[in-house]
């Protein structure tokens, strides 16, 4: 069992940059493939990166490739999402995700995949 706690949302002027967090504890996240998903009022909770065990295979939505970067450190146990060039679309609850994996180069892009999820962090980026 593996507990996500996100961190580094906020408000955040249109062009403005954030960098979110996500801390494991309860297992070494190393164990795990990990991933950011956002839900916008009204709609549905949507993928946004993923992140392989290794590092070595990240994947985006096509809506962030170019603006956002995942990372991953594992001695620290920490997920990172560093968000550029914000708009008001990107403003939405962001949530961290994990699922175990035991090859280190799998990631997961669907919601189903996914284990163990984070309470969210609230991203508003105001025009």
């Known amino acids: 069992q593996v507990q996500l706690v996100e961190s580094g949302g906020g408000v955040v002027q249109a062009g403005g940059s954030l960098r979110l967090s996500c801390v494991a504890s309860?297992?070494?996240?190393?164990?795990?493939?990990m991933g950011w998903f956002r839900q916008a009022p009204g709609k549905e909770r949507d993928f946004v990166a993923a992140?392989?065990?290794?590092?070595?295979?990240?994947y985006y939505a096509d809506s962030v490739k170019g603006q956002f970067t995942i990372s991953r450190d594992n001695a620290n146990n920490t997920v990172y999402l560093q968000m550029n060039m914000l708009t008001p679309e990107d403003t939405a609850v962001y949530y961290c995700?994990?699922?175990?994996?035991?090859?280190?180069?799998?990631?997961?892009?669907?919601?189903?995949?996914?284990?163990?999820w984070g309470q969210g962090t609230q991203v508003t980026v105001a025009s």
């Open positions: 992140i392989a065990r290794n590092s070595r295979r990240t």
């Open positions: 995700a994990g699922s175990a994996v035991a090859n280190y180069y799998y990631i997961f892009t669907r919601r189903e995949d996914y284990t163990y």
């Open positions: 309860g297992r070494t996240s190393s164990d795990y493939a």
